[in-house]
């Protein structure tokens, strides 16, 4: 029987690679317990966070950031992409769902269910909400 699959948001790999982050050893404990039961995805657009935020906020070198999310998404991660109706289901969500400050989210939310995945594990609390279809468990949650 295959695995159901879970996709992490981008926070959750920030605090992965982060061994100084409040949240590392949580984020470890998620991944050993998801790894049983689940095959872990990762979006296209995390990709791209992880990068954004490791030269901003971490002031890594292009060079060191591009590698270590590189060495990060070589593992046992499914990588998925926005599909032709991704930007229809995007629309639909922001019609009741959008926030000044979700935009990225939902996004991401619509790539998710594009791709049949139904299962989030994120940091961000507001971020998400509202999305009917797509079952969004906290870190704290998911332990």
């Given at each position: 029987?295959?695995?159901r ?8 790999w920030?605090y992965f690679?982060?061994?100084k982050?409040p949240?590392?050893e949580k984020?470890?404990q998620v991944?050993?317990?998801a ?6 995805v990762v979006a296209q ?7 954004e ?8 070198p292009v060079?060191?950031a591009?590698?270590?999310a590189?060495?990060?998404f070589?593992q046992?991660?499914?990588?998925i992409q926005p599909l032709?109706?991704?930007?229809k289901?995007y629309?639909?969500l922001?019609r009741?769902?959008l ?6 989210d939902?996004f991401l ?5 594009d791709?049949s ?14 999305i009917?279809?797509?079952q969004?468990?906290?870190l704290?949650?998911f332990i």
């Open positions: 029987m295959p695995k699959r879970l996709a992490l948001d981008t926070n959750i920030i690679l982060d061994r982050s949240f590392h984020t470890k991944f050993a317990k790894e049983k039961n689940w095959e872990i657009q995390n990709i791209l966070e992880l990068i935020v490791l030269l901003i906020s971490y002031r890594l060079k060191k591009v590698n270590e590189q060495l990060l070589n046992q991660v499914g990588i032709p109706q991704t930007i289901t629309f639909t922001a009741t769902c926030k000044k400050n979700n935009n990225f939902l939310a619509a790539t998710l269910l791709n995945i139904a299962n989030l594990i994120t940091n961000d609390r507001t971020g998400f909400k509202g009917k279809d797509l969004v468990w906290l704290q949650e």
